[in-house]
């Protein structure tokens, strides 16, 4: 059973574990026999350009931040470093005097981290605490900032907008979460005044990022099967909104892409994810759960390529970046494969430990992924 390769918390009285198969992802090594690496043609060439540490992120998921030329990480130790995105020159180094849990967002003018115990924490660039606020469950995902609003999604179900300006609430969306739910470290999509989410259940909502009202709901996926595991189709990773459309994918269920004005359904394919997705003007591609890379056709969603060769590696959420798309394994490896056919073109190793969210674009040919050991490694294709 596909179940027995993630963690399930049971949402009954808080979050209890059902299942310690969540050290596969965030102790040190898988928990099945992961594929060794192929050789293959090199047809291109992947070098770190800089690097940098923050500290180990421990059990949590670490996303890295950009915002114009700064690039903002942060360990689970709750330290906070600011790098310049082109040389990876310090910029700023300060302790959030608290351990986080949620990573790092940049919106407002603010730099914003949260806690397992609700805090959320809102500081200028250079690190001066411009104010906290206490919400009513842990915060595992980065919060994101816009006009005036920092959207915090909290482990309970819930979404709250805070006032950029003092961190008051503005408003909170609520959401009943079924018996069992997958643990999840992805947040919110803020996107031309609309919140986007991902909820257990397979259900995608876009909500007012000014009033916090709901614009519409839409099915990723319907849960099947007879028994609650069988039935878990959550969505635990981020959609993607790239113009009109917004694209999400649920695990056990299915990826599919919407209007991002309506939500009406544009096409729907089976798929099972826990990591994720990204997207270019071509296709949508998806990590599934046995590391498979799949390319899908953005306008139709016909299959376009499958890359299979790493089963077990505990592959990122995909980005794609020029004709490329790169992925992170829980070895530390960066490998890049063609858009085209997804065929291996470089790889690059970094500090040997996990990389477990998506890598995230400086320019149109260099990327940066954070480690679970803390490293920081900007990385240029070419």
Same mark, same amino acid.
């Given at each position: 059973?596909?179940c ?5 918390f049971v949402?009954l009285?808080?979050?209890q574990?059902v ?6 992802w965030f102790?040190?090594?898988?928990t099945k026999k992961?594929?060794?690496?192929t ?9 770190i350009?800089?690097?940098g540490n923050?500290?180990?992120a421990e ?5 890295p931040a ?6 903002y990480?942060?360990?689970?130790s709750?330290?906070?470093?600011g790098?310049?995105a082109n040389t990876g020159?310090a910029?700023a180094?300060?302790?959030?005097g608290?351990?986080l ?7 407002a003018?603010l730099?914003?981290a949260?806690?397992?115990g =609700?805090e &959320?924490? /809102?500081?200028? !660039?250079? #690190?001066?605490l411009?104010w906290k606020a206490?919400?009513?469950g842990? %915060?595992?995902?980065?919060?994101a900032?816009?006009?005036g ?7 309970d179900?819930?979404?709250?907008g ?6 008051k609430?503005?408003w909170v969306y609520?959401?009943a979460?079924p018996p069992l739910a997958l643990?999840s470290f ?6 031309r =005044?609309? &919140?986007? /989410?991902g909820? !257990?259940g #397979?259900?995608?909502v876009?909500i007012?990022?000014?009033?916090g009202? %709901?614009?519409?709901?839409?099915v990723v ?5 007879t028994?609650?595991?069988?039935r878990?189709?959550?969505?635990t990773?981020?959609?993607v909104?790239d ?7 649920a695990?056990?269920g299915r990826v599919?892409c919407?209007d991002?004005?309506?939500g009406?359904?544009?096409w729907a394919r ?9 997207v270019?003007a071509?296709?949508v591609?998806v ?10 056709d ?19 959420a995909?980005?794609a970046?020029g004709?490329?798309?790169?992925v992170?394994?829980?070895?530390g490896?960066?490998?890049v494969?063609s858009?085209?056919d997804g065929?291996?073109?470089a790889?690059v190793?970094?500090?040997g ?23 920081v490694?900007?990385i240029?294709?070419?």
């Amino acid at each position: 059973m596909r179940c027995a390769v993630l963690a399930v918390f049971v949402m009954l009285s808080g979050c209890q574990t059902v299942s310690n198969v969540y050290d596969g992802w965030f102790g040190p090594a898988p928990t099945k026999k992961a594929a060794e690496l192929t050789q293959f043609q090199q047809r291109a060439t992947a070098r770190i350009v800089w690097q940098g540490n923050v500290g180990p992120a421990e059990r949590s998921a670490f996303y890295p931040a950009v915002a114009g030329n700064a690039v903002y990480v942060a360990g689970a130790s709750g330290q906070i470093a600011g790098f310049a995105a082109n040389t990876g020159a310090a910029q700023a180094r300060f302790e959030a005097g608290a351990k986080l849990s949620g990573g790092i967002g940049i919106g407002a003018g603010l730099v914003l981290a949260g806690t397992a115990g =609700g805090e &959320v924490l /809102a500081f200028d !660039p250079a #690190g001066k605490l411009a104010w906290k606020a206490q919400l009513s469950g842990e %915060v595992l995902a980065p919060p994101a900032g816009a006009d005036g609003v920092v959207v915090v999604r909290t482990g309970d179900g819930r979404i709250y907008g805070l006032n950029a300006a003092d961190g008051k609430q503005r408003w909170v969306y609520q959401r009943a979460l079924p018996p069992l739910a997958l643990r999840s470290f992805a947040g919110v999509v803020v996107y031309r =005044g609309g &919140v986007f /989410a991902g909820f !257990p259940g #397979g259900r995608l909502v876009a909500i007012a990022l000014a009033t916090g009202n %709901v614009g519409w709901e839409a099915v990723v996926a319907l849960p099947k099967g007879t028994t609650e595991l069988e039935r878990v189709t959550d969505i635990t990773s981020y959609p993607v909104v790239d113009g009109p459309h917004i694209c999400a994918v649920a695990y056990q269920g299915r990826v599919a892409c919407f209007d991002a004005s309506s939500g009406e359904t544009l096409w729907a394919r089976e798929a099972s994810s826990i990591a994720g997705m990204g997207v270019d003007a071509r296709n949508v591609y998806v990590t599934d759960d046995r590391s498979a890379i799949l390319a899908f056709d953005r306008s139709r969603g016909a299959s376009v390529w499958k890359q299979d060769k790493l089963d077990g590696r505990w592959a990122s959420a995909p980005l794609a970046l020029g004709r490329y798309v790169i992925v992170g394994d829980f070895q530390g490896y960066v490998h890049v494969l063609s858009r085209d056919d997804g065929a291996f073109v470089a790889r690059v190793a970094t500090d040997g430990s996990p990389i477990r969210v998506p890598p995230v674009a400086l320019d149109l040919s260099t990327l940066l992924v954070q480690t679970g050991n803390g490293g920081v490694f900007a990385i240029n294709i070419q």
